[in-house]
C-alpha cells in the first residue's frame, strides 16, 4: 500500500518554513525519509521508528504519529540546497526492511 | 553510512538483449535491494537480494525476467533480461547499514533500450 504524500508540489523563498506529510491507511512500523536532487541517488534524511518520537538535526526535522499512521517532515529556515523531490518510505512489520515509497513532493526553494 | 557504488552507471541497449547491473558496497551489510525509478516518479522494489539464497521478489517482478545474484555481502548483481522498451528506467541497489537499519542507495545504472 503505497503512501500518500502530501503537497505534491511547493515553492518557497530562502527562509520560509515547510511541513511534507505522509500518510497510511495501513499500521507502520517506521518512515524513513530520502532527499533526490534531480540525476542523483535518493539521500538518506532520517528514520522514524514506533513510539510518536521527533527527530531532527539542524533545520530538518520529523514527527511520526503511529495511532494517526501518518508522519510529517519538517522544514525551517530554508536554503536553496533544500531544493530537490522529498520521499517518505515506509515499513509496515518488526524485522521487516522493505521500503514502500510515496509519489514524492517537489520543494523548489528560489532566493 | 555505507558507500554503494553500481556499474554502469548508464547504458543503451538494444531489444531483446539483456544488461547486468553490479552493485558493491564498501562493508558488510545483511541486505540489499532493488529499485526501478522512472524518471520523475517514485521508487518502486523490485526484489530483496539475499545471501547465500534466492532472491525474493515483488508482485509483478519474476526471476526469470530479473535474475540476481549475492555471491556475498558487499555484492550483488541485477540482470535485465530480454530487453524491451517499456524496461527503460533508472535502476538502484540499495543496503541496510547502521544500528538503525537505514537503507542507503547507490548512484542509479540509467537503462535505455531502443
Known sequence: QQPVQSPQAVILREGEDAVINCSSSK???????????????????????????????????????EKKQQSSL???????????????????????????FGKGTKLSVIP | SAVISQKPSRDICQRGTSLTIQCQVDSQVTMMFWYRQQPGQSLTLIATANQGSEATY????????????R???TFSTLTVSNMSPEDSSIYLCSALSGPTFSQFFGPGTRLTVL
Request: glycine content about 12%.
Open chain 1, 74 to 100: 519538517y522544514l525551517t529556515a530554508s536554503q536553496l540546497s533544500y531544493s530537490g523531490t522529498y520521499f517518505c518510505g515506509t515499513v509496515r512489520g518488526a524485522g521487516s526492511y522493505q521500503l514502500t
Open chain 1, 27 to 65: 499500521a507502520l512500523y517506521s518512515v524513513h525519509w530520502y532527499r533526490q536532487k534531480h540525476g542523483e541517488a535518493p539521500v538518506f534524511l532520517m528514520i522514524l521508528l514506533k513510539g510518536g518520537e521527533q527527530k531532527g538535526h539542524e533545520k530538518i526535522s520529523a514527527s511520526f504519529n
Open chain 2, 71 to 73: 555471491p556475498n555481502l
Open chain 2, 58 to 69: 515483488e508482485s509483478g517482478f519474476v526471476i526469470d525476467k530479473f535474475p540476481i545474484s
